[in-house]
């Protein structure tokens, strides 16, 4: 498939991408509702949302105005009155306000839709009616994570649940960091229960809204943490505190496969929501790179970056939204995509922001409302991530199953839906608990290799799509070398740390990324605006080729001048930085 020739100066009203779905109300709403982010009068504004982040408390008007648009609602399943449906509608609803603030979006609550999505993974009806509860009248719930291996503060330590003769459990230990411990209506604790690690170790259980019967639940105080200045991070302490057996959410030792099946929500959610924030910063990048020049364009030394930031967004975006819409269309297959998305995703976007500092220059330790975002956002960006943690927890995931992908599944699968890579498209309701901890296939593989392929089989004259199928067929060949050297790894017994089991997943994890660009790519193409034209895909995957080590051809230079003029027309004319290039307020 080709795409239709794209004019460099074409407008932004022609280049946005088109309304397969319309932009859901939510989001419209809550853009208008928080306003001009510049707009010195705009209590929900950079100048208040640094303000509150200096005194690291959250911006208390900007949070009364979300519980007055009942965004707690946006995490509770429809069936149980909320408003969510699909998690790419979510992650549109939440953008205006990562957008502004990470923490913010945080420490308000999506957070509780991490905690809450055990129990309408495996939850009784009466455990998710009394959680859907606190949601819908403005609570929290909040998630307590037992410790893992490469633990920071906010996984390190964890609670115990010693059973009793009565059918009971009784917790202790204590958690140093949690989201917002001391104003939470109900925590999901995962506790250990098993003496020996294994898969049946850990337990889920729900401590609130109602007071234990026996016991003493300890809030100690908040903790300081170096991002997220203004979220409410606290320890909990627990002491012979008695729950009984209903409190537990599905069945005991489920917990492993509990966190496995619904931290899958997150591993999309969070890249998909954390773009936002980087949207923010390249557009602050744009306007250091172009004020005070006559003809609005920026030097050439600062093409290269902020066309290259923006090319790296989209394609964070595409494999981000490619996995919000697997946990809906191919629930079963999403496993290995989904930790895949949140293994690449905060590493390329740390990237970019060390990128646009370059661009920013001194104006990047401005704490100013114009500048002081970035700095702000370099702070969160690790948190929102959970550091070398997240990294770890994601590719205990992927390392496993590789020797598996590589004998049963790369240049042998089927393709995935052809809706999997179209942002906006309708989808089938999400249902939590048809998430799985395993998969048989990884759903992007043979995506790369149907387009390298469909990319081959038809010439053309223009150097783009010259250049895109040339390195389409550099992924392919990388997922050759893969296949074999994976091949050779041992089970999926003992390789979860394995040095070059570690790099291979690296290397993996960046091949599904440029598959994804290129699936919606594809799915565009031919349709006369900025996303069906490959510039955008052949400077992202070029830049993904280069993360590789390959050799990566020299580029048209029209690819960069197309992505150059379409960031510059959207900052301009104020639209997202992302696959929608929705309208923004200010």
Request: proline share 6%.
């Amino acid at each position: 498939m080709t795409a239709a020739p794209y004019p460099v100066a074409e407008t932004a009203r022609q280049h946005r991408p088109p309304a397969e779905g319309r932009e859901p109300e939510e989001a419209a709403r809550l853009e208008a509702a928080l306003g001009d982010p510049f707009d010195p009068a705009n209590p929900h504004g950079q100048r208040e949302l640094l303000r509150a982040d200096e005194a690291r408390e959250p911006p208390e008007a900007t949070e009364a105005l979300l519980a007055e648009a009942g965004l707690s609602a946006e995490f509770v399943p429809r069936y149980l009155a909320g408003r969510l449906t699909d998690l790419e509608r979510l992650t549109r609803v939440l953008r205006p306000v990562f957008r502004r603030d990470l923490a913010l979006g945080y420490g308000f609550g999506v957070t509780s839709l991490f905690a809450a999505s055990s129990v309408w993974t495996a939850g009784d009806a009466t455990q998710q009616r009394t959680v859907a509860r606190v949601l819908l009248d403005g609570g929290r719930v909040s998630i307590v994570h037992r410790q893992v291996a490469h633990a920071n503060a906010i996984l390190r330590n964890e609670l115990t649940a010693a059973p009793t003769a009565r059918g009971r459990f009784v917790l202790n230990g204590r958690k140093d960091a949690v989201i917002n411990a001391d104003r939470t209506d109900v925590f999901v604790a995962y506790c250990r229960t098993g003496v020996d690690d294994g898969p049946g170790s850990h337990s889920v259980l729900l401590l609130g809204p109602e007071p234990p019967a026996s016991g003493q639940v300890r809030r100690t105080g908040r903790v300081e943490t170096p991002g997220m200045r203004g979220a409410h991070f606290g320890g909990i302490e627990l002491t012979d505190v008695v729950l009984p057996g209903s409190a537990v959410v599905g069945s005991v030792g489920d917990g492993i496969s509990l966190a496995l099946r619904s931290f899958q929500i997150s591993h999309c959610l969070v890249p998909g929501t954390v773009v936002a924030g980087v949207d923010s910063v390249l557009r602050q990048a744009v306007r250091a790179a172009t004020e005070k020049r006559a003809d609005g364009q920026p030097a050439r030394r600062w093409h290269k970056a902020l066309a290259g930031v923006f090319a790296d967004l989209l394609a964070c975006d595409a494999m981000a939204v490619t996995g919000l819409r697997a946990l809906s269309l191919v629930p079963q297959d999403a496993y290995v995509l989904a930790a895949a998305v949140k293994y690449t995703m905060p590493d390329m976007l740390r990237e970019n922001l060390e990128e646009l500092a370059t661009v920013l220059g001194a104006r990047g330790y401005d704490r100013g409302p114009l500048y002081g975002g970035f700095q702000k956002l370099a702070r969160d960006l690790p948190v929102a991530g959970l550091g070398h943690s997240g990294t770890a927890v994601c590719q205990a995931v992927i390392v496993p199953q590789l020797s598996r992908l590589a004998r049963t599944t790369w240049f042998t699968a089927a393709e995935p839906p052809a809706d999997l890579f179209r942002p906006g498209a309708p989808l089938p309701g999400f249902d939590h608990r048809a998430l799985a901890h395993s998969g048989t296939g990884d759903l992007l593989s043979a995506t790369l290799v149907a387009v390298a392929e469909r990319l081959g089989a038809h010439a053309s004259a223009d150097p783009l799509h010259t250049a895109l199928t040339r390195l389409a067929q550099i992924f392919v060949e990388e997922l050759k070398v893969l296949r074999a050297r994976c091949v050779a790894l041992p089970g999926s017994a003992g390789t979860a740390f394995d040095p070059q089991a570690c790099v291979l997943a690296d290397r993996y994890a960046l091949v599904l990324a440029a598959a994804a660009c290129l699936g919606v790519w594809e799915a565009q193409a031919g349709g006369g605006h900025f996303l069906a034209y490959p510039a955008w895909a052949v400077v992202a995957l070029s830049r993904l080729g280069r993360r590789l080590g390959a050799q990566v051809p020299d580029l048209p230079a029209q690819a960069e001048a197309a992505v150059l003029a379409e960031v510059l027309e959207r900052c301009r004319t104020g639209h997202s930085l992302d696959l929608y290039a929705t309208r923004l307020a200010g």
